[in-house]
């Protein structure tokens, strides 16, 4: 009989010695009952059920019990001088044998261990083997046993045990409605491809992954219901499947292990790539998985068509932990549905580190404030005709420990995601007002000049912008008129309700209301004789089309014809145009000559800290074109 060994390392337990023959005989008895009592253990030892050997210190056996001969197909009798541990497969396994030879030589108490046998029929047996050590030879009694110093080896089929086991592990680690390896047995291969051992003697070391997500299956469960909705993934199971059979078919190294396909949860799969060859073969593979998807669905008479978004991630193992894959797999899975779904990405690092770096400026938003990280830049807001500051835009400035000066178009967004928009910008409206209150100050004798604070519309929402601005003018002695208030057209057009009372209530208070970024929007002039606007901001894009004038190149003349109508109706409406972005004279004459009331741009200042305004204020007038 041979056998091989499986497994966790034998179990060595400390424990009494066994029962042996001499155990029944007593020096008190006479030397009748002494035989009579060797025969009946002998006769127990015989017919027991449980298979029994007893093995002299040599390792031989010395007799073997009609249950052993029977379990290893090896007539009891021709069992006697054997080595009991080829019989049982003691010398396969390096601790095993060596604790074998332990208790052979009284040095241990027990080995247990459990041995896979083939039997002479051919059919396999899993069985777990004990060997105890006998009392010494007489211990007791003056009779004679079994080898004196031997050791009993007992030997129990454990196989529909072994059996049992296995079925509760197959339905512990596979999804009952794919018949797929699920969450659990995913992460248990996935553990076991990324250990040292698995990639540093062989194969390529690199591993691979496509995490998929089906595009609309939650419209499938809602409208045909949750058994089509479990018929549809048992068949994209299929379907993966068989992409993953065919890829490590299209390998050609017959030892090449196709691609695991997993469930993990939902309606989402993975297709694990252990030993990849690089990127071109993950790709070959989405592709394929995702053509595979595009053919529709017949399930019981219903036809269902569905795609699927793939994240792709190849690299390699070395260093690379199961949760560190999975999070970029899941990144990239992300990715591919806000790039439009029904296709796979690749991971990217540089687009993973944009995005971990939104994410910390995000956590740190709303502590930054508090921790004052926040400063205002102020930008000149100049007057066509006269090149004087009229007014200045408030800009916030992030000066973020780690990451250096940032622009407002590097957190705003964030702010107005998480809501700290409303805090930023009760801080920004208050800081800015306080300053144009004490260059007003600083300069009695001459015209004040006004601050320009932008607004998001969820401030209008999340806040009571109208009571806030009132208390910061009441605290800074600011005048409502040195104040304007900028949103975009996009969250001005269309206002009802809540937003437009807040606007009317701030128009009515003298505080100016603008437009900012104008023509990149709705556009409507019309709508804004019903809102309380004052002020136009033209977007930059208009401006820059002037750029070319006078260094040789013919200017398009429909841009000055667009901008000069913005210009005439907005006037018509009573309202005022600020231009954006003017960067040449050439551009600033252009725009004077059309009548465009004021400039903002490098052409005047870049924005600057509040001490540089107070210069440009006591200063000439602005370099005009």
């Not at 690299?315 to 796979?344: C, E, V």
């Not at 709705?522 to 750029?547: E, I, Q, T």
Request: hydrophobic content about 40%.
């Amino acid at each position: 009989m041979s056998g091989t060994s499986e497994g966790p390392a034998p179990a060595v337990e400390l424990v009494r010695p066994a029962v042996t023959l001499s155990n029944f005989t007593t020096s008190s008895t006479s030397s009748s009952r002494a035989a009579g009592g060797t025969n009946l253990l002998r006769a127990a030892f015989a017919a027991a059920p449980l298979a029994m050997a007893v093995v002299d210190r040599e390792g031989l056996i010395a007799e073997a019990n009609e249950s052993l001969g029977t379990l290893l197909g090896i007539a009891p009798e021709a069992l006697t001088g054997r080595a009991a541990a080829d019989l049982v497969d003691l010398a396969s396994d390096t601790r095993a044998w060596h604790a074998y030879r332990e208790v052979l030589r009284g040095r241990q108490a027990r080995l247990r261990c459990t041995r896979r046998l083939k039997h002479p029929d051919g059919h396999s047996l899993w069985a777990q083997v004990t060997v105890a050590p006998l009392p010494p030879e007489g211990a007791g009694s003056g009779t004679q046993s079994y080898g004196g110093q031997g050791v009993l080896l007992s030997v129990a089929d454990i196989s529909a045990r072994r059996e049992l086991q296995a079925r509760l592990r197959h339905l512990q680690m596979h999804d009952p409605v794919t018949r797929l390896p699920n969450r659990a047995l995913f992460f248990e291969r996935l553990s076991a491809a990324l250990e040292a051992e698995s990639y540093e003697q062989s194969g390529t070391g690199r591993i691979g992954l496509c995490y998929l997500d089906l595009d609309g299956f939650k419209a499938v469960n809602d409208t045909l219901g949750h058994r089509v909705g479990d018929r549809l993934l048992a068949a994209v199971a299929e379907r993966l499947t068989r992409c993953a059979e065919e890829a490590g078919l299209a390998r050609g190294n017959p030892g090449a292990v196709a691609p695991l396909v997993a469930r993990l949860g939902g309606d989402e799969f993975a297709l694990l790539v252990e030993d990849s060859t690089g990127t071109d073969q993950l790709a070959d593979l989405a592709e394929s998985v995702l053509k595979a998807l595009q053919l529709p669905f017949d399930l019981a008479g219903q036809r269902v068509s569905v795609s699927a978004s793939i994240g792709v991630v190849e690299r390699h193992a070395a260093g690379t932990t199961p949760t560190g894959l999975m999070q970029a797999a899941d990144t990239t899975l992300y990715w591919a549905k806000a790039d439009g779904k029904s296709r796979w990405t690749l991971f990217d690092p540089e687009r993973n580190a944009h995005r971990m770096t939104r994410q910390a400026l995000s956590s740190t938003l709303r502590p930054a404030i508090e921790r004052g990280e926040f400063a205002l830049d102020y930008q000149p807001l100049v007057g066509m005709e006269d090149g004087r500051v009229h007014g200045v835009e408030a800009l916030v400035r992030w000066h973020h420990p780690q990451f250096g000066t940032l622009t407002p178009n590097r957190f705003i967004g964030l702010a107005e995601e998480d809501g700290s928009i409303v805090q930023l910008g009760r801080w920004v409206l208050a800081t800015a007002c306080r300053q144009a209150r004490r260059w007003q100050l600083e300069r009695p004798d001459e015209p004040p000049i006004f601050v320009s604070v932008n607004v998001a519309v969820r401030q209008v929402w999340d806040s009571d912008l109208v009571a806030d601005v009132a208390e910061i003018l009441a605290e800074t002695g600011l005048p409502a008129r040195l104040l304007q208030l900028e949103l975009t057209e996009s969250a001005v057009m269309g206002s009802a309700g809540r937003p437009l009372q807040a606007l009317q209530a701030l128009s009515d208070m003298g505080v100016g209301i603008a437009i900012d970024d104008f023509g990149t929007g709705y556009s409507n002039l019309a709508y804004l004789s019903r809102l309380p606007v004052s002020v136009l901001k033209l977007d930059g894009s208009f401006v820059r089309g002037f750029m070319y004038e006078g260094e040789g190149v013919a200017p398009n003349p429909a841009d000055e014809i667009v901008v000069e109508a913005m210009i005439q109706l907005a006037h018509r409406l009573g309202l005022t145009v600020t231009a954006e972005c003017v960067e040449t004279a050439a551009q600033a004459a252009r725009l004077r000559r059309i009548g465009c009331d004021t400039g903002q741009g490098w052409l005047y200042s870049r924005p600057v800290a509040a001490d540089r305004i107070s210069v440009l204020m006591g200063g000439s007038a602005c370099r005009q074109g």
